[in-house]
């Protein structure tokens, strides 16, 4: 007789080797204290309107003028070089000027500062290979998964999604259920929107039929 094969397992041989045991999520809060907050034009032109961190309400990129916000942002990072939020913007106006390989170096460097935009959007572009940025899923689960840690909402809901479908097979995850689980359970503390409610809502079912309790 064949044995039955457990829903673990076959999560198990889906996503890598399955974590035996819960552990604790160590998370993490980025303190902007150590950088200027002081509202600059670069600010002004290229901040993102979902930036957990941004100091204005930000811009879409249609509302954008690239020229300017790439001129502008780089004369205020000349003056703040460290300011990682400086350093995300500029980022964000030359990969949507098409300038990715010249944006790359700005934004792994706000990453390696942990802010957490930069975190999930250099993350996000290796996943999908956007603006012809090099594809890299493993690097991308790494920094998605570490901007969710940060608390940004995009990671919380964006890193369970793309476990669940597969986005980072390959990659030796030690995938933990529970993990996830939380991640989308610390999403639903914001006042999520519409949209993200209902993406809140389709994990949680997913990850318990998926996933079994713990």
């Not at 204290?33 to 002081?38: A, G, H, I, L, M």
């Not at 670069?42 to 916000?69: F, I, Q, W, Y």
């Not at 990453?111 to 996000?124: D, E, H, R, S, T």
């Amino acid at each position: 007789m064949r044995r039955a094969v457990s829903v673990v397992g076959v999560m198990g041989m889906l996503f890598g080797v399955l974590s035996p045991s819960a552990q604790a999520i160590e998370w993490q809060t980025f303190d902007p204290s150590p950088y200027s907050q002081s509202v600059t034009d670069c600010d002004r032109e290229a901040a993102h309107p979902d930036d957990p961190n941004k100091v204005v309400p930000g811009r879409t990129s249609r509302e954008m003028n690239l020229d300017t916000a790439i001129r502008v942002c780089r004369a205020d990072l000349a003056k703040d070089p460290n300011n990682p939020r400086i350093g995300y913007q500029l980022a964000r106006s030359l990969t949507y000027a098409g300038k990715v390989t010249e944006a790359l170096p700005f934004i792994e460097r706000a990453a390696a500062q942990k802010y957490p935009q930069a975190l999930f959007v250099v993350g996000y572009l290796y996943l999908e290979g956007s603006y012809a940025s090099p594809k890299d899923p493993c690097r991308a689960a790494q920094l998605i998964r570490e901007s969710a840690i940060y608390g940004r909402l995009a990671g919380l809901l964006g890193y369970p999604s793309y476990v669940l479908n597969g986005r980072f097979n390959g990659c030796g995850l030690k995938v933990d259920m529970q993990e996830l689980r939380e991640f989308v359970g610390k999403a639903k503390q914001s006042k999520l929107e519409y949209y993200p409610s209902v993406i809140a809502e389709s994990l949680e079912v997913r990850l318990s039929n998926e996933g079994g309790s713990k």
